[in-house]
């Protein structure tokens, strides 16, 4: 019984240790900030956990022919929804039937724009529409007119980034079409198709920006013109036009990927579109002021086609959105590499 007094004392001494060790990795964290490299850490937990909600965003319906026929975003009889926070500053919706299974999610920006949505049909297949958006707030890297070498910073961020709750990936050989004659006259066709194809060579041979080994199986090849406009009819397309059309997420986009897949998770159409209109988006293959660059939004929305979702750092490609007069997006980062790797 005498020694008990020393061996609490002994226990608050440990304890005592243990708080120092944090404080130091804190310490730490603070240095990076001040380096200027915070934003390649893990980003932090939501500040609200997920919680029921009454209402969802609005769904505007598609007017697309052959688009026409996707589920409402809404809260089925007897479902609930519920809503959390987002690692990139946006709100993610989930909608539950009566059994409590999910049936449907919608990622939403830090603007309230949806850049996600995500539906499971009752015969088991799916359709994913994904947009994405210029952001005025973001600014070009200082080299993104670099060219011959790493564009985008590789940073620390080696993470797996998506959540696979839908996980629908392509099987096989994949081909793709161009819808050529939609392509902004402005546009030089064969830096355009250059840009296109390059775009998909980006995850298909997993180029090693980040000294991280190609490891991964995609494939992807491309087909020729086409004059086939969007839908679900087994025929990948990528063109341009007027992406409010396509409805739901693609209303006040850059440009929009529809996927669909099958009930064993495989896709079996893919089309995207970059919007035509001038007001919101002009195009270049390459960087200039004011303008986006078409490989790099191609290699994003390829990026959802093949099955990835956003990523919540910006040195990915994978990440929600584009800025005008950025080339980094079309080279894959760590996160992209590792998905590719992970899912291929
Ligand atoms: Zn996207």
Not at 102 to 130: N, Y
Request: aromatic share 10%; net charge negative; glycine share 10%.
């Amino acid at each position: 019984m005498s020694n008990a007094p020393t061996a609490n004392r002994l226990r608050r001494w440990r304890f005592a240790l243990g708080a120092m060790a944090v404080l130091g990795v804190l310490l730490a964290l603070f240095a990076a900030t001040a380096s200027g490299s915070a934003r390649e850490n893990a980003p932090p937990p939501p500040a609200n956990p997920e919680h029921q909600v009454a209402s969802l965003p609005p769904d505007p319906r598609p007017t697309e022919p052959g688009l026409a026929s996707i589920p409402s975003f809404a809260i089925p009889a007897g479902g609930t929804a519920r809503v959390s926070d987002t690692a990139a500053s946006g709100q993610l919706f989930r909608v539950l039937d009566s059994t409590g299974r999910e049936i449907a999610r919608r990622e939403v920006d830090g603007h309230g724009r949806p850049v996600e949505t995500r539906f499971v049909l009752p015969t088991g297949d799916g359709i994913t529409i994904d947009a994405d958006y210029g952001d005025p707030q973001l600014r070009a890297p200082a080299n993104s007119r670099v060219l011959g070498r790493r564009l985008s910073n590789c940073g620390a961020n080696d993470q797996v980034y998506s959540n696979w709750y839908f996980d629908y990936s392509q099987s096989g050989a994949f081909t793709w079409y161009w819808h050529q004659s939609t392509t902004p006259s402005y546009l030089n066709l064969t830096n355009t198709l250059d840009s296109l194809r390059n775009a998909h060579s980006e995850w298909i041979y997993n180029q090693n920006w980040c000294n991280i080994a190609d490891q991964a199986d995609a494939l992807s090849s491309y087909g020729g013109t086409t004059t086939r406009s969007l839908g679900n009819d087994g025929v990948p397309i990528v063109g341009w036009g007027d992406t409010d059309a396509l409805g739901g997420n693609c209303v006040g986009s850059i440009a929009c990927t529809w996927t669909w897949w099958g009930s064993d998770y495989h896709v079996v159409d893919t089309d995207t579109r970059f919007s035509n209109d001038t007001a919101r988006a002009t195009w270049i293959n390459g960087g200039a002021s004011g303008k986006y660059d078409v490989q790099g939004t191609m290699a994003h929305e390829f990026g959802h086609s093949l099955g990835f979702d956003h990523a919540p750092t910006t040195d990915n490609v994978m990440y929600k959105d584009q800025s005008t007069n950025n080339m980094t997006n079309r080279e894959l980062g760590r996160g992209d590499a590792n998905e590719v790797n992970t899912k291929y």
